[in-house]
């Protein structure tokens, strides 16, 4: 039987994943900007670090884990998002003193669901947390390097931003009750999940997909009008926030998101391009969660950007392989000079490769299939010159360059040619 990589998970390479690297990189830079810092956790985490954060009655927990004993008898799980375990490594490292606490991440999840384009069983998130501060401006700040990094990625056209808020414990647990006496009126109607999450956690029935279902949920109480006081005005400063930074946005009063942490602030932003699978990067607050997890009491706010999604809504032009030069040795004498120069250019950061094997000919032929710019000759005349031609395969030119000179010249040449492309991706 032919090997080949498991349902829902894929070979990423070529030009997509030099898009992954795009994203990730642009996701770092700006990540720093604003002053997170990174933070790496193990793929797999103890059972509990999620069981207990993400709540039982949501789907993922329910449907969605990669669970395995080890050879030990442990109970393990890939981990599916990264809040959870971030919160963990903080409690188990005794970072809570200092407050604020802001990480970034990167990594692979893992959830088992129906493989389809923009959803996959092992994806990518870039995300960040922010534990300490209980202010509406954090929200605000976290979803403004989101929109930020939408921007950088020339894709805000594609995206917008929705936002809710569950407001705290209090209104939440009215919400709650409101929600069951709705749907306790159609208990044998809905479908077999959202019958047990009425008694476990019936906000979970409002992101059923289940055809049963759905025909409850156009008339189903609002959740605005369960908003205490104090939790209508906390969202009503998150969103002059966002109008002071001129961070469009639409309130879209069914969201609710799929996971138990959340309270006040949840916002997802949204694409209509990539079908049913719109959500490019979601988060909230969760205010209890730290708690939950046997920590302090620290308020926090974050979110998930999945990465396969943003590089599908990436435009052709960002996605594109770096230019290298090829260095090709002309005669057996001029191998090692050539092989030197290539270890040159590569100390003075210049893109360059050699092919190593099949005659000179050949060997310019594959450079040009390759996307390389140009080529570098040594042969027995440059030897004997101590000199490099330089074949530009854009004009056809080819130039002596004396051998000291090569680096210096090649860099020009390169800064030069950065300045045209970035020319015309600006247009
Ligand atoms: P989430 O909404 O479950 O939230 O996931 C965040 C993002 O990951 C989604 O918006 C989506 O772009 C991407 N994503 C989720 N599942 C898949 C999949 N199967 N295939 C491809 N992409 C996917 C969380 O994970 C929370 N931890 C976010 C958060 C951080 N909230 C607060 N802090």
Known sequence: MKLQAPRGTRDIFGKDALSYQMVERAFMDLALVYGFQPIRTPTFEPTGTFKRSLGDSTDIVNKEMYTF?????TSLTLRPEGTAPVVRAMISNGLTREVPLK????GSMFRYERPQKGRYREFFQLGVECLGPNDPKVDCEVMALGHHLFKKLKIEDKIQLEINSLGDEESRKS???KLFSYFSKFKSELSEDSQR???????RILDSKDEKDQKFLTEVPSLADSLNDPSRKYFDKVLKSLDDLKIPYVINAKLVRGLDYYNHTIWEFTTTALGA????LSGGRYDGLMKTMGGPS???VGFGGGIDRMVLLLEEGLSKTIPSVAVVAMAEEAQAEAFALLNELRYQDIPSVMFFSGQPGKQLKKANKKECWGALLIGEDELKNNSVSLKD???GQQLSIPRDQIASDIKKRLTKFKEQTQKV???
Do not use: H, I
């Open 175 to 177: 919400y709650k009750k």
């Open 393 to 395: 395969f854009e004009s």
């Open 103 to 106: 990480f970034y991440y990167l």
């Open 197 to 203: 999450r009425l008694t476990s956690n019936p906000l």
């Open 69 to 73: 004993l080890d050879r030990s008898e």
């Open 425 to 427: 991706e600006d247009c």
């Open 298 to 300: 620290l308020p926090g």
């Open 277 to 280: 699978q719109n959500a490019v």
